[in-house]
């Protein structure tokens, strides 16, 4: 059974930085893509930056976070980070950890606009004040 968790939401001002963590456990494939969406209140679960570890482990991310958002694995200790700097009132969401099992590479870019991800955590709230 795929768990995911994530941790490290809270509420900070425009223009600070929080850090989102995902651990997850269950699973032995490495052919994994992994990432982050989010929903804001009212709108749509939106891709927002998910990882692919071919090697160098390839990334993807929404236009509105490029720049300003990181996402990194650590996948000995199977743990998925999103780095988030710069942020602004409209980053205020519930924050969710995604996976899907042996994808390509190009799956999983696909993925941050179909969001058909298998596996899913139970969200972490980021609040954004201006």
């Known amino acids: 059974q795929v768990q995911l968790v994530e941790s490290g939401g809270g509420s900070v001002q425009a223009g600070g930085s929080l850090r989102l963590s995902c651990a997850a456990s269950?699973?032995?494939?490495?052919?994994?893509?992994m990432g982050w969406f989010r929903q804001a209140p009212g709108k749509e679960r939106e891709g927002v930056a998910l990882?692919?570890?071919?090697?160098?482990?390839?990334?993807y991310y929404a236009e509105s976070v490029k720049g300003r958002f990181t996402i990194s694995q650590d996948n000995a200790n199977n743990m998925v980070y999103l780095q988030m700097n710069s942020l602004k009132p409209e980053d205020t969401a519930m924050y969710y950890c995604?996976?899907?099992?042996?994808?390509?590479?190009?799956?999983?870019?696909?993925?941050?606009?179909?969001?058909?991800?298998?596996?899913w955590g139970k969200g972490t709230l980021v609040t954004i004040s201006s």
């Open positions: 995604a996976a899907v099992l042996g994808v390509s590479a190009s799956g999983c870019l696909v993925r941050l606009s179909n969001r058909n991800m298998d596996y």
């Open positions: 269950g699973y032995t494939s490495r052919s994994n893509c």
């Open positions: 990882a692919y570890p071919d090697g160098g482990s390839s990334t």
